[in-house]
Every structure is written in C-alpha cells, then in structure tokens.
C-alpha cells in the first residue's frame, strides 16, 4: 500500500523557536496533502490542504504566517510551526491523497511537538 | 459550514456483542463518506468508504455501515465485536480537496 512518512515523530524545542515537520509520499505522486492537528482526546482538525505548485489553503482560524505549509514537489510537503509557542504544543498529522481521488487518504505517523 | 459529529465518544462492549457507531454529517452538496480506524500506535487506515450506489457498504474486518440521506447519517456496525477491534474510530466527509473528520469514538472490547 502507499507510504507517507512523517519526520520528525518527536521534537522538543524551546518557546519562539521554529519548528519543521516533513511529510513525505514514498511510492506514489501526492497531488493534494492534508495537515492535520490532534488535541489528546479529540478529532483530527483540519489546518490546510496544499496543493502540489500553489498556496496552501487555510482553514478559518488557521493563522498562515504561523504555520507555513509547503508543497514543493509531489512527493513532498512541509509545515513550519514558527515561533512556536507551548499552545502550539500537538500531534501533527498529514496525509496525502494521489492524483486519482479514491477516497482513501494515507496518513503519515503524525509528529509530535512539544514547545517548552 | 460543514461538520461531523459523532455520538459516543467511548464505547465498552464484551466480545460477541454487537456493535453501532453513530456518525452525523452537515456538508453541501455531494457528499462522500468514509470511517477510519486507527489501531493503538498505528497509522488512521481506511475501514470502509461511501460515494455512491447501494447505501449499505461492506468493508473490512466485517464491518459495515449505511448511508441514510434522509437522516444525514453514516453508522458503523459490526454483528459481532472482537477484541481485536479495540481502537478508535472517525468518521470522516469530504472529498479531494476537503476531509473533515468527527471527534472520534474509542472502543474498547
């Protein structure tokens, strides 16, 4: 099956730092990624969805000059958390969806970030 | 706006109980349905999807769940849990450039 990988799946930094998490399609072209945010105990929300070559769209609420989503190429997509705050602290999800809408989205390991 | 909201949010059953998971949706227009599971320290995987057709759809692991239009719903049942079902399940609506998910709902056999 398809193969997202996240990295990194753990990362510690310290307040007003910024943070890069990598999301990666391994055997297949991601046209379209999800970045997803999970509080402990809830639903995944949804941040953005990034479009291979164009600007991320954001959902309401979602500051974009705070998490910076990129999706350079089709295999590869990146949130930048920056000057990360403690409430930033979450699990960080992304998935992507191939060329050919199946309805299956592939979800990455998630990363974890905790902002001291 | 469009949401998803799922009724239970832990469910405790014994093995070989039944099980049905309620999922309600708001979404304009065409609506695709999906429920995800996602095993303890594993990967969301699909467990069943819905676009069109038959509205009853059969998907992994014995699992099954109904499309009601009328009641804006997608329930998830299985005739006859097993321990190995224990997980956390999201029901999720959207298509290619839009997937939102309910909260969740854990359930432990």
């Known amino acids: 099956g398809a193969v997202v990988s996240q990295h990194p799946s753990w990362v510690i930094c310290k307040s007003g730092t910024s943070v890069k998490i990598e999301c990666r399609s391994l055997?297949?072209?991601?046209?379209?990624m999800f970045w997803y945010r999970q509080f402990p105990k809830q639903s995944l929300m949804l941040m953005a969805t990034?479009?291979?070559?164009?600007?991320?769209?954001?959902e309401q609420g979602v500051e974009k000059d705070k998490f910076l989503i990129n999706h350079a190429s089709l295999t590869l997509s990146t949130l930048t958390v920056t000057s990360a705050h403690p409430e930033d602290s979450s699990f960080y999800i992304c998935?992507?969806?191939?060329?050919?809408?199946?309805?299956?989205?592939?979800f990455g390991e998630g990363s974890r970030l905790t902002v001291l | 706006a469009q949401s998803v909201s799922q009724h239970n949010h832990h469910v405790i059953l014994s093995e070989a109980a039944s099980l049905e998971l309620g999922c309600n949706y708001s979404?304009?227009?065409?609506?695709?349905l999906f429920w995800y599971v996602q095993y303890p320290g594993q990967h969301l995987q699909l467990l069943l999807k819905?676009?069109?057709?038959?509205?009853l759809v059969k998907g992994i692991k014995g699992f099954e769940a109904e499309f009601i239009k009328s009641k804006f719903s997608f329930n998830l049942r299985k005739p006859s849990v097993q321990w190995s079902d224990t997980a956390e399940y999201f029901c999720?609506?959207?298509?290619?450039?839009?997937?939102?998910f309910g909260a969740g709902t854990r359930l432990t056999v």
């Open positions: 999720a609506v959207g298509g290619n450039n839009d997937m939102r």
């Open positions: 819905y676009f069109s057709g038959d509205p």
């Open positions: 979404y304009g227009g065409t609506v695709n």
């Open positions: 998935s992507a969806v191939s060329g050919i809408f199946t309805g299956e989205l592939f």
């Open positions: 055997d297949f072209q991601a046209t379209t």
């Open positions: 990034s479009n291979e070559g164009s600007k991320a769209t954001y």
